[in-house]
């Protein structure tokens, strides 16, 4: 299993980021996938994901805010931020499986929201 991120960076507060998950290694089709965040010196924090019966869910945290996607043509799975906070900085990570977080996981995209 391989899970690539990428589309981290700095943006300011209210502004927008796009984050790309390429998976490869597995059948992506059908499967569940999370992304979940981690800032530095705090625990592991689920964001939103897909169950493996393509119904999606969403932290209270972001919900309204952040909207997951994929496209099973390309293994790939999207993340789209916006109305972004300087409290959604962390490191983003990408995962196979859901909310209980076991399965096999990307390097990370490091999002900072700051002015």
């Known amino acids: 299993v391989q899970l690539v991120e990428s589309g981290g960076g700095l943006v300011q507060p209210g502004g927008s980021l796009r984050l790309s998950c390429a998976a490869s290694?597995?059948?992506?089709?059908?499967?569940?996938m999370t992304w979940a965040r981690q800032v530095p010196g705090k625990g592991l924090e689920w964001v939103s994901g897909f169950y493996s019966d393509g119904s999606t869910y969403y932290g209270d945290s972001v919900k309204g805010r952040f909207t997951i996607s994929r496209d099973n043509a390309k293994n790939t799975v999207f993340l789209q931020m916006n109305s972004l906070k300087p409290e959604d900085t962390a490191i983003y990570y990408c995962?196979?499986?859901?909310?209980?977080?076991?399965?096999?996981w990307g390097q990370g995209t490091q999002v900072t929201v700051s002015s």
């Open positions: 995962a196979t499986g859901d909310k209980d977080l076991g399965g096999s």
């Open positions: 290694g597995f059948t992506f089709r059908g499967s569940a």
